[in-house]
């Protein structure tokens, strides 16, 4: 079985301790960056995604028990391995109890370093996997309700750090219920994995993209300016397409409601859904005397 390779954040003020641990996972084929203590760590996270982490506890500017409480914050998936020497002042339940999933003493084994960062990795694939089957919407493949809540409120957490606006899109299938009245609820469970598709063709990979309700999605996109026309306008033109494409006796319509978070004047998210799905039914209700068929 081919072993995965990971981006790996190496946090000690000590160099050659992370020139050491460097050496270790490099030839792995892990990539590895470092960082000199805690504040330069979240600096660097915050810039790049990393897939886990290792730090030292005692370093000036932040210490890596602070910078692992700050990480179970705004980074909860992120595996973190602390190491330390002050063994008498640092507990291995006192690391763990800050967020950490391993720790090791130094000095510690050449050869045992490798081995707990892989059982590390191999237990949080695990869980991610497990987690992953709870948190995901079983037809379409997007994430569920519950999922959206938590990826979107890291990622408001991170917009009001990074000062970067977000996009929230509310999207409402056209008349589901008629589909499933007349063409049984088989045809609306394909349509809805269509409409599912098509988001994931419109948006990136770093969107959140979820099916919140049965015939409801949304998408939280980074913003910039314009970019809301130009998303809707490539989404309705992949709709159009679609259609064109599919010869099935209906078209597959939607109704949009698009809010902005703004980092300087946050609001929460549940605001934001709301805001975002009044608009989405004031569209609705303009084309309620219209049909798709």
């Known amino acids: 079985m081919e072993s995965a ?14 020139k050491l641990i460097v050496s270790l996972l490099s030839p792995r084929g892990h990539q590895c960056l470092t960082a000199n203590d805690g504040r330069e760590a979240l600096d660097k996270i915050i810039e790049t995604k990393f897939d886990a982490l290792i730090t030292d506890i005692a370093m000036p500017e932040m210490d890596g028990i602070t910078l692992t409480k700050e990480l179970s914050k705004h980074y909860k998936n992120l595996p973190v391995m602390v190491m330390t020497g002050y063994t008498e002042e640092y507990s291995a339940e006192t690391v763990i109890a800050s967020g950490a999933r391993e720790f090791i003493k130094k000095p510690f084994s050449i050869s045992e370093f490798p081995i707990r960062f892989d059982m590390m990795m191999r237990d949080h694939k695990v869980e991610e996997a497990l987690l992953a ?15 959206f809540f938590v990826l979107t409120d890291q990622s408001l957490k991170l917009s009001v750090r990074t000062k970067k606006k977000l996009l929230l899109l509310f999207i409402d299938m056209d008349n589901l219920k008629w589909i499933n009245d007349h063409h049984g609820h088989n045809e609306g469970d394909k349509a809805l994995i269509d409409l599912a598709n098509i ?4 948006f990136r990979e770093s969107d959140i993209i ?14 910039t300016d314009g970019n809301g026309e130009i998303i809707l306008t490539r989404l309705h033109e992949n709709i159009e397409d679609h259609n064109a494409k599919r010869s099935r006796c209906y078209a597959l319509s939607i109704s949009v409601g698009t809010t902005q978070f703004d ?10 859904l709301s805001k975002a799905d009044a608009l989405m039914y004031a569209q ?9 068929f």
């Open 133 to 147: 089957l709870s948190l995901i919407d079983e037809l379409t493949g997007l994430y569920n309700r519950r999922r």
């Open 199 to 202: 988001l994931k063709k419109t």
């Open 284 to 292: 609705k209700r303009k084309k309620s005397n219209k049909h798709s």
């Open 5 to 18: 390779h990971y981006k790996i954040l190496v946090v000690d003020d000590d160099e050659p301790m992370r």
């Open 210 to 223: 979820a099916r919140i309700g049965g015939d409801e999605f949304v998408v939280l996109s980074e913003s």
């Open 263 to 272: 980092p300087q004047y946050p609001i929460p998210i549940d605001e934001l």
